[in-house]
């Protein structure tokens, strides 16, 4: 199976899986930063089988000093999770409203928990939509899963190590967040604008566009372009690192399976005003 095959999955080849005697769990992770909540979409139809899980509350922690999107509480984690019917070694894919963002964090959280076997529907719910493929309005009831969540399957970084890792040589620390943002002119979320001290800006819709990515060359071109070569410590933040997991995603396409995620990001680093902020700068290196 390429790796491509083993992280992302099309529409039509997800139909035809659900139509086995022993499909894989669909995960509705629908999701938007500022809202409505992403479970009336879900309410308003869904995948066949998917069971909605809700991103702020079930697979991140509280917000608080370690950010807006923390790591979630391993027991509470693996409560959800089988609450939504995950199973130990058995085969997850999860969507999001087509963006990618959520959907990635989702991946990412239940590799980081030790669960291997998860997929992204490559391009969301509109892409199966525009598959004319069938969207269902009832409630599902699964049945409870087993899956055991056993932290710390894929890299994170906490702030002091982000710090490191950014003048770090060779090593690159990736800001996906949009260039005005990256360089101090616009903050619309956090109550500080800036970066982080030596890490390199490489926007979101530069290497994912509505939430389908490139062909792994073009995916390496790219990240080489902002210093990410085959040997070099890698790993990327975002506000609050959800659009940084789609940069893991994006790297582990890339052929980049160490990368770290900054788990609590920008929204972390500015809630301790000891951590210094750098604006200015340009893309890349």
């Known amino acids: 199976m390429s790796a491509t095959a083993d992280l992302l999955v099309e529409p039509d080849r997800l139909a035809a899986e659900l139509d086995h005697a022993d499909p894989p769990t669909l995960l509705d992770v629908r999701w938007r930063l500022t809202g409505p909540p992403g479970r009336d979409d879900h309410t308003a139809g869904h995948l066949p089988g998917a069971v909605f899980v809700d991103l702020d509350t079930e697979l991140c922690g509280p917000p608080g000093a370690a950010g807006r999107h923390p790591l979630p509480d391993p027991a509470a984690l693996q409560a959800a999770l089988r609450a939504a019917g995950v199973r130990a070694g058995h085969p997850v894919v999860v969507y999001d409203g087509g963006d990618g963002m959520s959907a990635a964090r989702a991946w990412w959280t239940l590799r980081w928990a030790g669960h291997r076997q998860v997929r992204v529907l490559h391009g969301g719910f509109p892409a199966w939509t525009a598959a004319g493929l069938p969207v269902d309005t009832s409630v599902p009831a699964p049945v409870p899963g087993d899956v055991t969540v056993t932290p710390g399957a894929l890299p994170v970084l906490d702030a002091a190590q982000a710090a490191r890792l950014a003048v770090a040589e060779p090593g690159v620390l990736i800001d996906v967040r949009a260039a005005p943002r990256y360089r101090g002119e616009h903050e619309p979320v956090d109550p500080v604008a800036g970066h982080v001290p030596g890490a390199v800006n490489l926007p979101a819709p530069e290497y994912v566009t509505q939430g389908r990515f490139p062909a792994a060359e073009a995916l390496r071109e790219r990240f080489a372009a902002a210093g990410v070569d085959a040997d070099a410590p890698v790993g990327a ?24 995620l900054y788990v609590g990001s920008w929204s972390e680093w500015v809630a301790d005003p000891d951590r210094p902020v750098a604006t200015g700068g340009t893309s890349g290196r």
């Open 237 to 260: 933040y975002c506000g609050s690192g959800v659009t940084a997991a789609q940069a893991v995603l994006a790297l582990h396409l890339a052929g980049r399976p160490d990368a770290a």
